[in-house]
T-cell receptor
Framework: DAMVIQNPRYQVTQFGKPVTLSCSQT?????MYWYQQKSSQAPKLLFH???????NEADTPDNFQSRRPNTSFCFLDIRSPGLGDAAMYLCATSRVPLGGTDTQYFGPGTRLTVL | QKEVEQDPGPLSVPEGAIVSLNCTYS??????FMWYRQYSRKGPELLMYTYSSGNKEDGRFTAQVDKSSKYISLFIRDSQPSDSATYLCAMRIQGAQKLVFGQGTRLTINP
């Protein structure tokens, strides 16, 4: 089945220690998104890639970076995690242009704990 | 004021009840409306998708959009314990990639 895969599902890191989260997709979608979701809150879009074009949300901290080496993979790098960065990180994909019933399809998420 | 407002609950109902979940929004440009279901510690999965106004039915689920009132609803008939999850409404404007989410309503169906 075509899908969005995230690794690891659970990640524990220390305050200030860089961490990388991984997302891969077999849907062959042009667009890949990274969201941050804290407990009982809506997913918050951090940035997205349209093919190789990077689109950062205005309020995304510089501490968060992303790489997309090819169509299938996208990485979220947190350079110096703080306690406030503990959250579920969701990867999503979509086709472009979105039309008809196209929407975003989510992976299972990576739960990040910062000690 | 948030663009999309959704009562976070929690909402607890007995098995078999009809459940009504709702969102209001302020941006009249929204054209596409979605409901995602998110089980605990999992990613959101698309449940229903509606374009513009009207109703859409899929099994026990019915999505309604009332653009004149800027109000969308999800109805669940014959609710089951397996429907226990957080339900997120989401919407977007024509041509936009970005989804705007509600906060999510946490629903529990009691056997």
């Amino acid at each position: 089945d075509a899908m969005v895969i995230q690794n690891p599902r659970y990640q524990v890191t220390q305050f200030g220690k860089p961490v990388t989260l991984s997302c891969s997709q077999t849907l062959n979608h042009n667009v890949m998104y990274w969201y941050q979701q804290k407990s009982s809150q809506a997913p918050k879009l951090l940035f997205h890639y349209y093919d190789k074009d990077f689109n950062n949300e205005a309020d995304t901290p510089d501490n968060f970076q992303s790489r997309r080496p090819n169509t299938s993979f996208c990485f979220l790098d947190i350079r110096s995690p703080g306690l406030g960065d503990a959250a579920m990180y969701l990867c999503a994909t979509s086709r472009v242009p979105l039309g008809g019933t196209d929407t975003q399809y989510f992976g299972p998420g990576t739960r990040l704990t910062v000690l | 004021q948030k663009e999309v407002e959704q009562d976070p609950g929690p909402l607890s109902v007995p098995e078999g009840a009809i459940v009504s979940l709702n969102c209001t929004y302020s941006n009249s440009a929204f054209q596409y409306f979605m409901w995602y279901r998110q089980y605990s510690r999992k990613g959101p999965e698309l449940l229903m998708y509606t374009y513009s106004s009207g109703n859409k039915e899929d099994g026990r689920f019915t999505a309604q959009v009332d653009k004149s009132s800027k109000y969308i609803s999800l109805f669940i008939r014959d609710s089951q314990p397996s429907d226990s999850a957080t339900y997120l409404c989401a919407m977007r404007i024509q041509g936009a990639q970005k989804l705007v989410f509600g906060q999510g309503t946490r629903l529990t169906i009691n056997p």
